[in-house]
């Protein structure tokens, strides 16, 4: 087999890998992307960072507070976030989304947002999403499928390390 040929098997199986994990783990906090969406947030209110670097970034327990010292802070959930600042720590969120190392993926979002990729292309809709879960499964044809209808590179370096 070609080194390409192994590199497509890792990339598949690390898909696979991480989907199994990510359907199987329960969250912290029950956080609710549908109820958040409804009050008017946008991804990028929360995960600030997808639209100037690679990682979309889960939001520190601090940002989640800026809210939520005010609005609904009697609710057990909250609650649990308020015990997680007090304490010092980040709430343990559980990744839904990403790419095993052996897959040798280099993905970036702010490239995606600047080609005008929605967040639901590979998020699917979270207006309805009741738990951090994952939506949309994902193996590198989805990818090159995507790269190949948007006229993106198909080269097999832009995504790969």
């Known amino acids: 087999m070609t080194a390409s040929v192994l590199r497509v098997v890792a ?3 690390a898909f696979t890998t991480l ?3 990510a359907q199987a783990q329960q969250q912290p906090i029950a956080y609710s992307h ?3 969406i409804a ?3 946008q991804c990028l209110d929360c995960h600030s960072m997808a639209d100037i670097g690679p990682a979309a970034t889960i939001p520190s327990v601090t ?3 800026l809210c939520h010292q005010m609005i609904a802070a009697d609710k057990p959930e909250i609650k649990k976030m308020a015990d997680y600042a007090a304490k010092g720590h980040e709430i343990p969120w559980q990744r839904v989304y990403g790419f095993e190392p052996q897959a040798l993926v280099k993905f970036n979002h702010a490239a995606h ?3 005008k990729v929605q967040c639901a292309t ?3 809709d979270m207006t309805q999403a009741e738990t951090a879960q994952k939506l949309v499964n994902h193996n590198m044809g989805t990818c090159l499928t995507c790269h190949r209808q948007k006229g ?3 080269d097999c370096a832009t995504c790969h390390y």
Do not use: E
Request: charged content about 15%; overall charge positive.
């Open 19 to 21: 989907a199994a994990l």
């Open 122 to 124: 590979c998020h699917g």
């Open 34 to 36: 549908k109820k958040h």
């Open 152 to 154: 993106a590179s198909q």
């Open 11 to 13: 990339f598949s199986f």
């Open 63 to 65: 940002k989640c507070l």
């Open 39 to 41: 009050l008017g947030l």
């Open 113 to 115: 947002l600047r080609a």
